[in-house]
């Protein structure tokens, strides 16, 4: 992408070893400028009066005041500036939050780099970036609370390559994939199935993109209704 200005970005993380990974996923892009990191939110309304800022990758988890408070002053004092909210949290709770304040990105921690410099680019141009997992995270959490009874619900619309017994899917995946893939089925959320088994959430979240894979699948919803038949065979 050629531009006559690199899009300049601040970052705002108070743990150094975050902010110095996002600025070293940015660095191979060389229309992108990360010009400051700031450890909290006061630092960084600070600097966006002192430098010129395009795009501010905002962690939402700090001290002093957290990023929905800095998001809000920063939206107020300087709203030509585009804020991409990082987190590691995958509550729908925060994800509302976020999209009521109206971020223009949100993206999480374990970010794939080709992601975060695209949703640098989509912000500065306009855009919004929220990344796919929100959506699926939104949809798990309506299909959840619907309220539907089973005897009313439309049969799921299924990849007609997947065979629903057990044991062959069972050939297809690991014994942990299928653990978590019944888990989903029974309608347990990503903090759930991390504090069952005592894993990390960025783990389940790991798994769930190995399913995707090997379901040849590509999204929540769809996940959901594989794991439900299997539960119903």
Known sequence: MNREEKVKVLIVDDHQMSALGTKAML????????????????????????????????????????????????????????????????????????????????????????????????????????????????LHDIINNTGVSKSSKKEPDLPKDINFNPDEIK???????????????KGMSTKEISETLDISKFTVSTYRKNLYTKLKIDSLGKLIDIARSLINN
């Open 27 to 138: 660095m191979p892009d060389d229309t992108i400028e990360v010009v400051a990191t700031a450890k909290d939110g006061y630092e960084a309304i600070d600097m966006l009066g002192n430098f010129k800022v395009d795009v501010v990758l905002l962690d939402i988890l700090m001290p002093k005041i957290d990023g929905f408070e800095t998001l809000t002053l920063m939206k107020e004092k300087f709203p030509e500036v585009k804020v991409i909210m990082l987190t590691i949290s995958e509550e729908k709770e925060t994800i509302a939050k976020v999209i009521n304040l109206k971020a223009d990105g949100f993206v999480f921690k374990d970010v794939m780099q080709d992601e975060l410099i695209k949703a640098v680019h989509k912000v500065f141009d306009g855009d919004y970036h929220y990344n796919v997992r929100v959506f699926d995270i939104i």
């Open 171 to 185: 050939e297809k995946l690991t014994s942990r994939e299928f653990e978590i893939l019944t888990m989903i089925g």
